[in-house]
DNA sequence: CTCCTTATTGCAAATAATAACAATAGTTAT
DNA sequence: ATAACTATTGTTATTATTTGCAATAAGGAG
């Protein structure tokens, strides 16, 4: 969806700068998928860059929509490069974890766009619920 | 949606206790809204309610699908009670924020649950977007 | 009502996340 | 290239959140 040289040029635009920092964080997200900010940082400490400089950088992609948390089960956040846009439902009680395709939310987002006026950035959601299996358990 | 006595009910059909200090966390959360885990502690720790049980209460709460994360804006994380189904747009930007009506969620989520099989807990959903006014200005 | 089982709590300590601020280094203009 | 402006970084210190474990108490059985 966005490769670098087009990410570098909407983040300048708007003021900001491209640093070392972020482009390692970046490239640790590109290869490692779902990360916590600690895993990043272990993934990327020994170029120097600090354990702030990760949580900001983290924040400051997120609010750029560069990237989305992916999940967030107890408190404990991962973040994921957006994308490829797709879902995830998490079972609550077993926490087994489902993609859903995007298709299946995208006619509720135009209809939300629509009637608020905003502009979304859905590209990775998380829902809870309960799968088939502990459902039928919890009866 | 769920008082107090059906609560418990189900809870101890699982297993799980009522214990003083989750009603007292759950009378918080009724009269305060949209809580931090410590401005609830504010609110509690007079009756000598540990920190620690802040958390693990909200945690369990959650997990059961009796309070749900309010916003997550840059990690700060906010909790409140299910129950009236809405949902809320964060701008991006200038962190306005907005509700919708669950009507609008609603057929997407019949569909996901119709395609997954799994039960979903969508009383409260988070969007981050871009409000009208920020969206003409990043133009 | 009393005993038993074990979920839940508080305490103390460890880990994770954030804030403040001076120093550094992208970026644009000269 | 060089200079100037200021976003971004690292360091240090602070605050928030989680963990381990012994002590407590909720809820069911007798």
Redesign the interface.
Known sequence: MSCIPELTKKLRA?GYRITPQRLVILQALHEGGHLSPLQIYDRVHETGISEPTV?RTL?FLY???IVS?AT?G??H?TYELSGDSHHH?I??SCGDQ?E?ASQ??E??IS???R????????SH?T??????KC?SI?K
Chains 1, 2 share one sequence.
């Open positions: 708007r949580y924040d609010s750029n929509g948390i967030r107890n408190g956040m439902i079972c609550r489902l859903i299946l939310l006619p509720a209809l939300i766009e009637e608020t006026g905003y502009q979304l950035i859905a959601l829902f809870l619920g309960l799968c088939p459902n919890s």
